[in-house]
C-alpha cells in the first residue's frame, strides 16, 4: 500500500499546513514564474550531445517527449483529450527543437489518446531522416492488445503513423506496472513472452527495423532485475533503458512509495553494464517546476538567476550514463527553458547535489500525493476525474489551504479555498466521493497510488470540511 495513504490524515494535514506550502503539477500550464527566462532565446549550436557506445549514436541531452502535445485553444492533449491537436503548433515546435540541435523524439501508440504517433510523423516528415531519431513503445497494456497479432499490428501502425521503415528506438512500454506485485510477471509474460512477441521484436531489430531495443521501467523491481538478468546472461540484449530519474527519486522514491524503485539503485545496475539511461520525469510531472515557495525562496537564494525547474534538468542531466532526458513540452516557453539548460549543460557540483538532496528531503516531508497526472488511470468508469482531485489536493497543500482544526489560525480563510477552489477546479459529479471503490484504476497507476484509498481519505475530509465538523 502507498506510505502516504497509512499515514493518518491529520499528520499529513499539519505537516501540509505547519509549512503551508506543497509540490502540485504543473506541466500542460504555462509556468508564470519562469516566464522571462523562457522568453531568452536560446543559442543555436550549443546542445550538449552524448554518444551511444553501442551504435555510435550522438543524442542531444534535451529528448523532446511527444505526450503533451499542443491543442487548438489552451492545454495539451494529455488534458484535454477531446480537443483537437495543434498540428501547425507540433510543426513550428519541432522545427525550433532541430534547429537548436534536439534530435531525439520519443513517442507511444497511447500518447494523446493515440494521437502522438500520427502528430509526430507529420512534423518529422518534413525534415530529412538523419537529423532525428524516433523512439516509440510497444504499449499493449490492455489483454484484448495480448495476442501476438494484435501486438505486430501495432507495432507495425506505429510506423505508417510515423511515416517511416524503422524505429531508432523500441521499448516494451511500462514494465513492471500492476496493481499487486503478483500480478507483474504474469502481466509481462502475456505481454511479450506467452505469444513470443519479445523474440518477434529481436527478429525486427535483426531486419534493420528496429535499431535499438529496451524498455521502460515502472514499479515491480523484480522484473527490471529479471530483464537485466537476462542481459547479463546474453538471453537478450537491451541497448537502453528508460528509468524515472530525478532529485526526489534518488532516494527518496520507495519512501514516498513503496511499490517505487529509488533512482540511485536503477542507474547504477544499468551503468554497471555500460546500458545509457534514458531519463523520464526529470520534473516528476511537473511537480519539481512549481516546488513550494519556502523552497524556491532557498533555491533562489542559492542561484537567483535558475529557475526551478533548471535545478531539476540540470541534475537529471549531469550522471555520464545518462542519454537523454525526456521533456514533455507543451509551451514554446518550455521549450526555451529546457534548450537554455542544455545548450550546454552546467554539471551539477557536488555542493550542489548535497543542496538538493536537502531539498529533496524537505519536498518528501510535505507527504503531498505522488500523482504524476500521466491520465492512465483514465477514464474513471464512474466519472471521477482522478488526477484533477489529486492535484487540488496537492495545490492546497502548496497554498496552505490545507485546514486541520478550527484552532487553526486563518482556518476559515483556508476552508473557504479549499472547498471553493475543490468545486470549481472539479465539477462535482466528477469528485472523490462519487468512488466506489471497484479498483480499476489501480493496474493503471505506474505510481501504484493506492487510489481508491486515497479517494476516501479525501471524500471524508472534504465531508467534514463543509459540515464544519474538523
Known sequence: MNKISRRTFLKTATAGTAIATGAASLIGCKNKANDTRALVEPPVGKMTYRTNANTGDRISLLGYGMMRLPIEGEGSGRENPDAPLDQQMINRQVDYAIAHGVNYFDTSPAYCQGRSEHATGIALSRHPRNKYFIATKLSNFKPETWPRAVSQEMFETSLRELQVDYVDYL????????????????????????????????????????????????????????????????????????????????????????RNTDAEYLYAELQKRSIPAVIMEPLLGGRLANVPDPIVAKMKQRDPEASVASWAFRYAGTPAGVLTVLSGMTYMEHLRENLLTYSPLRPVSKEENQFLMQIAKDIYDLETIPCNECNYCMPCPYGINIPAVFSHYNKCIKEGNLPCTHEQEDYQRARRAFLIGYDRSVPRLRQADHCIGCGHCLPECPQHIQIPDEMTRISDYVEMLRQDIL
Open 171 to 258: 521499448l516494451l512500454h511500462g514494465i513492471g506496472m500492476a496493481a499487486e506485485e503478483k500480478d507483474a510477471l504474469e502481466a509481462f509474460n502475456a505481454r511479450y513472452i506467452d505469444n513470443g512477441m519479445l523474440d518477434w521484436l529481436v527478429e525486427q531489430k535483426q531486419k534493420g527495423r528496429i535499431r535499438n531495443l529496451g524498455f521502460s521501467y515502472h514499479g515491480d523491481i523484480s522484473i527490471f532485475d529479471m530483464l537485466l538478468s537476462w542481459h547479463d546472461e546474453g538471453r537478450y540484449h537491451w541497448d537502453f533503458v528508460q528509468i524515472e530519474l530525478n532529485y526526489l527519486d534518488w532516494n527518496w522514491a520507495d519512501e514516498i512509495n513503496e
